[in-house]
Nanobody
Framework: QVQLVESGGGLVQPGGSLRLSCAASGFIFSYYAMNWYRQAPGKERELVATISSSGSITNYVDSVKGRFTASRDNAKKTLYLQMNNLKPEDTAVYYC???????WGQGTQVTVSS
């Protein structure tokens, strides 16, 4: 069974930074691309970032470009999202997603507030 376990969420002030992690198991992690999504209350889930299997190619939604960086450590089977200069509008539950196996993590709450 594919399993994705997220960690690293929390409460941060505007302008602060946070790094999310997603530990993967149940598939050959290094073979496949991974995604980060987020969902705020009352809003649709949106794709935030994509990363290729090697980590060499990343793409981001316009609202986070220049502030967020997706990366991965294939030896540790872990996906990361480094979030810098956080804004209140970044507040959401963040999810990792494995497209190949159509599997979601449980989500981790990120709250950006003074």
């Amino acid at each position: 069974q594919v399993q994705l376990v997220e960690s690293g969420g929390g409460l941060v002030q505007p302008g602060g930074s946070l790094r999310l992690s997603c530990a993967a198991s149940g598939f050959i992690f290094s073979y496949y691309a991974m995604n980060w999504y987020r969902q705020a209350p009352g809003k649709e889930r949106e794709l935030v970032a994509t990363i290729s299997s090697s980590g060499s190619i990343t793409n981001y939604v316009d609202s986070v470009k220049g502030r967020f960086t997706a990366s991965r450590d294939n030896a540790k089977k872990t996906l990361y999202l480094q979030m810098n200069n956080l804004k209140p509008e970044d507040t959401a539950v963040y999810y990792c997603y494995a497209p190949h196996s159509h599997s979601w993590g449980q989500g981790t709450q990120v709250t950006v507030s003074s």
